[in-house]
């Protein structure tokens, strides 16, 4: 089956540490990989995708077929960064796009 | 961005009445979405559509309808709403889903 696995649901840290958000998926072919974010209040935006290799906010995110991972990271987090944050991955023939459970991070002074 | 509008930004009904909820967008997009926000869930694709008179089901179809009778229309029906419906709807649009999807800003239900 292919699907997205963000296994914390909320992840806490200090400003100015170093964030990781995790993300697995499970794919048969070549994955094509998003983060999208949801701060308060407002909508769903993409961050960034694999295949642009762009950094956004300071995020990065790589791609690791061998560990079917697509972690995002920033190395100092900020407290703007506190926001919900969700894998996803072209499913469906490239039809449709599909969705982790999302994590909640929470940058704490 | 004020291109993809979700109606209305709140609604509140009860058990088996059927409810619409409205998606327009200005850009013309071939592709749009119907997602559901659930805690513990993330979000979930309802159905899709690839462009006017196409549409196909996502992983929770069920209880659900849908039309795409103009390209920038796609309204999603809930023929007897359920408890288990109450939920943060969201649509969005793109020209691929390669592409970025554009939310709209969601529409919370609720079945009472």
């Known amino acids: 089956a292919q699907r997205v696995t963000q296994p914390e649901k909320l992840l806490s840290v200090f400003k100015g540490a170093p964030v990781e958000l995790k993300c697995n998926y499970s794919?048969?072919?070549?994955?094509?990989l998003f983060w999208y974010v949801q701060y308060s209040r407002q909508r769903l935006q993409l961050l960034l995708r694999h295949i642009s290799r762009e950094s956004i906010k300071g995020f990065t995110a790589d791609l690791n077929k061998g560990e079917t991972s697509f972690h995002l990271k920033k190395p100092f987090a900020q407290e703007e960064d506190s926001a919900m944050y969700y894998c996803?991955?072209?499913?469906?023939?490239?039809?449709?796009?599909?969705f982790g459970t999302g994590t909640q991070l929470k940058v704490e002074l | 961005d004020a291109g993809i509008t979700q109606s209305p930004r709140y609604k509140i009904t009860e058990t088996g009445r059927q409810v619409t909820l409205m998606c327009h967008q200005t850009w013309s997009h071939s592709y749009m979405f119907w997602y559901r926000q659930d805690l513990g869930h993330g979000l979930r694709l309802i159905y899709y559509s690839a462009a006017a008179d196409i549409t196909d089901k996502g992983e929770v179809p069920d209880g659900y309808v849908v039309s795409r009778s103009k390209t920038e229309n796609f309204p999603l029906t809930l023929e007897s709403a359920t408890r288990s419906q109450t939920s943060v709807y969201f649509c969005?649009?793109?020209?691929?889903?390669?592409?970025?999807?554009?939310f709209g800003s969601g529409t919370q239900l609720s079945v009472l």
């Open positions: 794919y048969s072919g070549s994955p094509e």
């Open positions: 996803a991955l072209i499913t469906g023939g490239g039809n449709k796009l599909t």
């Open positions: 969005a649009s793109s020209e691929s889903p390669v592409e970025k999807l554009f």
